[in-house]
């Protein structure tokens, strides 16, 4: 199986950063992780959820949304497993959920996610 766990959530002022990580563990992940894309996503309030980056967790490639482009930056550290999203120059709207999310290279659904993290920027 594949557990994943966001953490580094919380309020800032516009302009504002934020870096948030997500620790993935489990059988699955600790024998087939690098054949793995991990992916960040971000649900406003009332609203659907959004892709923001993703990463090969071989660290081969990106991707990101136009949203994120120059602001966000998506890294994972193979020896601890984990995966990070620095957000910088933030704004009130992105304010939201942040999940993390795993799938296996070549699927089109993410299948594993966490139980996501609170960001809220102030105005």
């Known amino acids: 199986q594949v557990r994943l766990v966001e953490s580094g959530g919380g309020l800032v002022q516009t302009g504002g950063s934020l870096r948030l990580s997500c620790a993935a563990s489990?059988?699955?992940?600790?024998?087939?992780?690098?054949?793995?894309?991990m992916g960040w996503f971000h649900q406003a309030p009332g609203k659907e959820r959004e892709f923001v980056a993703a990463?090969?967790?071989?660290?081969?490639?990106?991707d990101y949304a136009d949203s994120a482009k120059g602001r966000f930056t998506i890294s994972r550290d193979a020896a601890r497993n984990t995966v990070f999203l620095q957000m910088n120059s933030l704004k009130p709207e992105d304010t939201g959920v942040y999940s993390c999310?795993?799938?296996?290279?070549?699927?089109?659904?993410?299948?594993?996610w966490g139980q996501g993290t609170q960001v809220t920027v102030s105005s």
């Open positions: 999310a795993a799938k296996p290279r070549g699927n089109t659904d993410y299948t594993n």
């Open positions: 990463i090969l967790w071989s660290g081969h490639g990106t």
């Open positions: 489990g059988r699955t992940f600790y024998n087939y992780g690098s054949m793995y894309v």
